[in-house]
Structure formats: structure tokens, C-alpha cells
């Protein structure tokens, strides 16, 4: 009997051992679990952030370009007087023609009605000599003896005429001379008819919009500047409330990291220091450093001016914090660890002592339970056995307790996903209603005797605002597709198709643009094939690759084909093209939201980076697959593949 005790003793001593290794992993098990999810919604957020910074350059750029649609800049400068050169006083003040004046005028104006609609500080007319023509602060417009003839100092002066017609120069942040404020620059040159650049237009942003972007709920957003410092932190402003003391005259000297907070405002130690020299050279991933003697993890994506670097950051525990359930099933794991211990140690001294039946009704007991519908013990004994039973019953009724809780959590997270459903429907619509009397109004002037004749000026003007009105319906579907697939609500209706058929209308489609863009679309498909599948969707996959091939192929050299061909039990199609190409780098993330192959605020495609993902979305909802072959300067291939009709 002393060696069934011993024997008992020590498997029991083993089993509490065992427990509380296995609580232990299970808690770190957690812990990663938790921190993995945070950060996957962290680059989330940095995505959204990144977007809408360079949704706030595109805005900026697109609003100078249309200031500048008014045809009075060109008029000005195609004034024989304004040709002939600057006339000045005795007093070094440019004079005006009437002519002059009244162009200048009505560009005033123009300029004035401008500032009131953005959000923009100072607006100013520079010609080549670097005098100042017309210049707006604050909405106020400067008397003509406070024109600088001395403007070609300033830093976007040289740039500005770089750029062609309907190009934007966006200038790293300085302080405006005339407003004291941090500001962007934007400007264009105003270009002639013979392509002469005589002047440019320029506004000024406050860099504060830009800062005011790095809000968060919670933990720590900034922008790095390559050269070690912070142009905006969502806890520190003082970049907004540098010092103003800087001029046109001193930008050849100028040093931002004067003006600007150091990295080290963030982290002084070697640790921070190596991931911002990883995040500079990385461009987009995941860190983390010790802080305050805690791990602090970094999410970091490069945004597209100037080479600055978007970090979003958390310490591990505010991580942690975020989740709800983290210290209730920590809590849990104790419980039912301290519980099953508690039961070894009874069960080793009650065996020990005597095996008799309550031992064997508990057996059966536990062998009997439902794990989905725990019941209680009835306890009719006050011994070992009875206080094993009103341990588990403890602990039936803890699980019980959380259970209801889970429950609770996941009747709120369902209300959620209705609430997000219900808003992204109404956001939809929204959107769309306006856009169909708009494109409806627009065609019906477009269709010549429907309202009335046009002249060619008004015609272009119509065909920009149909073409502009249909590209943003196009956008919303595209998000719209996008929140379906994301939700699993895009539906498909099968039914059987020709694909040679569904091919030559595809080429029949894109006709026109083809004969536009004088390139060559081909269908090269020669066998009879027949799928059951969406043919909608499928069109939509086409046009999408089509026209994406489009962007990237040259006019009157560009040839794009596409084929259908049998490949063992599935249906093998393809887009090729003899364009750029994309580089294997770039391949691996042609099909994330968002994603655009040319990011440089110069590109010349647009989109809003969503086809291709939309594209993979349908073609995994048809249960196919699809992928990219392609490398620099040799053309792209788009390969889809679905299941033939079974026979």
C-alpha cells in the first residue's frame, strides 16, 4: 500500500506540473494571438492613413490644375504688352496696360472665389523674370506696389517650369513669408499655345491639414523624414508651432532638422534608431522596440512625397487593453488549472487512502457529460469526493458565466456587421443617386438637338463632366464590389456560355478605345468552348485586364490578345500584352486593395487600385484562380483559370 501511495504522490505531483506548464503556454498563446490581430488591424489603419495623405496631395494638385482651366491666365499672357516684357516706374513699381488691368482683374477674382472654396493660404501668379503678377493672402488681395519682383529665390521657382501643362510640383514644407505658417507649395506652369511657360501658378497649404490626418484613437502615429525627423506626431504638434523665422532668402541654408522635432523625441535608444534605418530601407512591414521597459511594436509604410515613412505604434500592453476577452480567458484558464490541480491532489489522497465507489460514480460521471451541456454533480457527501464534485460545479458555473458572456459579445458583433452592411449600402446609394440625373443630363447634351446646340467649348466642357460622372460611378461600384466580396455577398448566376462567343463581344467592346488609342485587341481563341459559369462577372474580369492593359501598352505600337484554351478539366484564359511590364517585386502585390503598380504622384494611370483585387475576388468566387507572368520592359500576361462544363 506505502508504493500505490508513493506511485500516487508522485503522478499526482507530475499531473500539477504538467497543469501549470500548459496554463503557461496557453496565456503566452494568447498573448501572441491577440498581438498578431492588432497588428494586422495596425497596417489596416496605416494603409487608410496612407491613402488619405495621398488623396490629400491628388486633391490639392487637382484643384490647382482646375483653377488653372480658366482661360484668362493664357489670355494675359498672350498680351502683345505682356509678350513685350515688365514695364516699371521710377519707383521700381510694374505698370499695367488697361488691357492688363482688366485680365488681372477678373483673374483676382477668379483666384479670390478660388480661396474661398479651398483650403488654401496664399495664391500668387510668378512670370520667368520671377515677378510677382498677382498674389492673394488670406483672401486679401496685394496692391500692385507690394508685387515682389524678386520671387525667383524661392525654392519651387526652378521646379515649377519643369513641369508640362496640367503637372503639379508639390514643395517639401517651409515657412510662408507672408503668412508665418508651415505650408506645401503647389504649382503649375501656365504654358501657350506655341508651348511657351511665361509663368506659373502657385498656392500654398498649411502643412496643418496635412498634420491634422495623424489622429488616432489610440497609440502613436507620426510621419519621419529620412533625414531623422518627425514632420507630424499624432502626441507631439510642435512641428505645426516651430519656429517661423524662415525666408525665401535663407532656403539655400535652410535645415529642417532645425525646425523640426528629432527622431529621438520618440526614442533616444540604438534599438529605435535600427528600425528607422529598417523602415527607411524597407519601405512597408513591422518592428518593434523596447520602451519604457516594454515591447512597443511599429507598423510603417513610406507614403508617396518626399521619401517620408508613416509610423503607427503601440506598446504591448495598450495592445492587449484593446482586447475584451484577453483577462476573462486568462482568468478562466487559472481557474480551471487551480481547479484540475485541486482535483489531482484530492483525487491522489483519496485514492491513497481508499478506493471506493463515490470514486467510481465521479468516473462516470465525467465520462457522461456533454462538453457542449455541462451538468452538475449532485453531492450528497461532505468528504474528498464531495468537495471535488463543488469544485466543478464552480467551475461548470464559471463556463457557464463566460459562455453567456461570449454569447452576449457575439449578438453585438452581429448587430455590427448589419450596421456595417446597412451603412455601406446607404453610403452606396447616396452617392449614386446624384450621379445618375448628372450623367443623364449630360448625355441628353452630349445628343445634339435633345436641349439645344452647343459650341465646341460647351461640348468639351459636357463630354468632361459625363466622362468624369461615369468614371466616378465606375469607382463606386468598384468599392461597392469590393465590401461584397470582402462579406462574402457577391452573387454569381451560372449559366452556359460560348466563350468564343463571350470573347468576340469583349473585343467589340473595347472597339472604339482601341481605334482611339490606335493599338491592336485581337481574340485569338479557335476551338468551340463551353463553361458553365457567370458571364457577367466574367466580362467584368475581362474589361478590368483589358483596360488595365491598356494604360501600360504605347499607343499606335501597344497589341493586347486574348485566348481561351482547354487545359485538362479546366478552361485556361488569358490577357497578354507587349507593354512596361511589372517587376517581380511588384507581382507580389498586384492583388491587394488598393495597390497601384505606378504610386509616384507623376503617374499617369488611375484607378483606385481595386480592380485587380476585385478580379480575384470574382475569379476565387467562381472557384478558379488567377496570376500575373511578367518581368520589366518585356509585356504582362494575366492567366485566369475555371472548370469546363462537365460533359
Known amino acids: 500500500m506505502k508504493i500505490l501511495h508513493k506511485f500516487i504522490l508522485t503522478f499526482s505531483t507530475i499531473i500539477i506540473i504538467a497543469i501549470g506548464l500548459v496554463s503557461f503556454f496557453s496565456i503566452q498563446y494568447l498573448e501572441s494571438a491577440v498581438t498578431d490581430s492588432e497588428l494586422e488591424e495596425m497596417k489596416k489603419i496605416t494603409e487608410l492613413k496612407s491613402l488619405l495623405i495621398k488623396n490629400l496631395h491628388d486633391r490639392a494638385s487637382e484643384d490647382l490644375i482646375f483653377a488653372m482651366k480658366n482661360p484668362k491666365f493664357v489670355e494675359y499672357f498672350e498680351l502683345p504688352e505682356t509678350k513685350a516684357g515688365n514695364n516699371y516706374d521710377e519707383n521700381g513699381i510694374l505698370q499695367y496696360t488697361p488691357k492688363q488691368n482688366e485680365i488681372k482683374s477678373e483673374l483676382e477674382q477668379w483666384i479670390f472665389n478660388f480661396q474661398n472654396k479651398f483650403q488654401v493660404d496664399e495664391t500668387c501668379i510668378i512670370d520667368a523674370t520671377g515677378q510677382e503678377h498677382a498674389r492673394l493672402v488670406l483672401k486679401n488681395i496685394a496692391p500692385v506696389d507690394d508685387l515682389s519682383s524678386e520671387e525667383s ?45 511665361p509663368a506659373f501658378y502657385h498656392f500654398e497649404m498649411p502643412i496643418t491639414i496635412f498634420q491634422s490626418l495623424m489622429t488616432t484613437e489610440n497609440g502613436r502615429m507620426y510621419v519621419i523624414d529620412p533625414n531623422g525627423f518627425i514632420i507630424a506626431d499624432s502626441q507631439n504638434n510642435s512641428a505645426a508651432n516651430a519656429k517661423n523665422n524662415v525666408a525665401f532668402e535663407n532656403m539655400d541654408s535652410f535645415v529642417p532638422s532645425n525646425y523640426f522635432p528629432s527622431i529621438q523625441t520618440v526614442s533616444a535608444t540604438s534599438e529605435y534608431s535600427l528600425l528607422v534605418k529598417e523602415m ?38 495598450l495592445m492587449l487593453s484593446g482586447s475584451t476577452t484577453i483577462n476573462e480567458l486568462e482568468t478562466i484558464i487559472m481557474v480551471i488549472s487551480t481547479i484540475t490541480a485541486l482535483a ?8 491513497s487512502l481508499k478506493i471506493t465507489r463515490p470514486l467510481s460514480n465521479l468516473s462516470k460521471w465525467s465520462s457522461s457529460q456533454d462538453v457542449k451541456n455541462l451538468s452538475k454533480i449532485s453531492i450528497t457527501q461532505d468528504d474528498e469526493i464531495g468537495k471535488v464534485g463543488k469544485s466543478l460545479n464552480v467551475m461548470i458555473d464559471e463556463i457557464s458565466k463566460n459562455e453567456e458572456k461570449i454569447s452576449q459579445q457575439l ?117 468551340d468552348i463551353r463553361i458553365f459559369s457567370d458571364e457577367s462577372r466574367l466580362k467584368q474580369v475581362f474589361n478590368n485586364l483589358i483596360y488595365n492593359a491598356i494604360d501600360f501598352v504605347d499607343e499606335n505600337t501597344g497589341k493586347i490578345e486574348i485566348n481561351a484554351q482547354i487545359k485538362d478539366s479546366d478552361v485556361l484564359f488569358f490577357v497578354k500584352d507587349n507593354g512596361v511590364g511589372i517587376s517581380k ?7 491587394r486593395k488598393f495597390y497601384q503598380v505606378d504610386t509616384s504622384r507623376t503617374r499617369k494611370h488611375g484607378g483606385t487600385g481595386l480592380g485587380l483585387s476585385i478580379c480575384h475576388g470574382i475569379i476565387t468566387g467562381l ?25
Open 623 to 647: 472557384r478558379g484562380s488567377i496570376w500575373c507572368d511578367s518581368s520589366k520592359d518585356t509585356g504582362t500576361t494575366f492567366y485566369f483559370s475555371i472548370k469546363k462544363e462537365k460533359s
Open 411 to 527: 449578438e453585438k458583433l452581429q448587430e455590427l456587421d448589419i450596421k456595417k452592411d446597412e451603412f455601406a449600402s446607404m453610403v452606396t446609394h447616396e452617392l449614386k443617386t446624384p450621379l445618375t440625373p448628372i450623367i443623364g443630363f449630360a448625355t441628353m447634351l452630349k445628343n445634339k438637338g435633345m436641349i439645344g446646340e452647343l459650341n465646341s467649348n460647351q461640348e468639351k466642357a459636357v463630354k468632361t463632366i459625363f466622362d468624369n460622372a461615369k468614371h466616378l460611378n465606375n469607382l463606386i461600384g468598384d468599392l461597392l464590389d469590393i465590401e461584397k466580396l470582402a462579406l462574402g455577398k457577391m452573387k454569381f448566376d451560372h449559366q452556359q456560355i460560348n466563350v468564343k462567343n463571350l470573347l468576340n463581344d469583349i473585343i467589340k467592346n473595347t472597339t472604339q478605345i482601341a481605334i482611339e488609342k490606335k493599338i491592336e485587341i485581337k481574340n485569338t481563341t479557335k476551338k
Open 280 to 317: 527607411i530601407s524597407e519601405k512597408m512591414g513591422f518592428g518593434k522596440y523596447m520602451k519604457n521597459n516594454e515591447n512597443t511594436f511599429v507598423v510603417y509604410e513610406e507614403l508617396p512625397t518626399f521619401g517620408w515613412i508613416l509610423a503607427y505604434e503601440k506598446p504591448l500592453s
Open 344 to 351: 489531482g491532489i484530492l483525487f491522489a489522497v483519496v485514492l
Open 153 to 197: 529665390s524661392a525654392p519651387f521657382f526652378e521646379p515649377s517650369f519643369e513641369k508640362n501643362v496640367d503637372e503639379v510640383h508639390i514643395q517639401y514644407p517651409y515657412v510662408s513669408p507672408d503668412t508665418n505658417r508651415w505650408v506645401f507649395a503647389y504649382t503649375s506652369p501656365i504654358v501657350l499655345g506655341d508651348g511657351e511657360k
Open 585 to 591: 517585386e511588384q507581382q507580389k502585390q498586384l492583388f
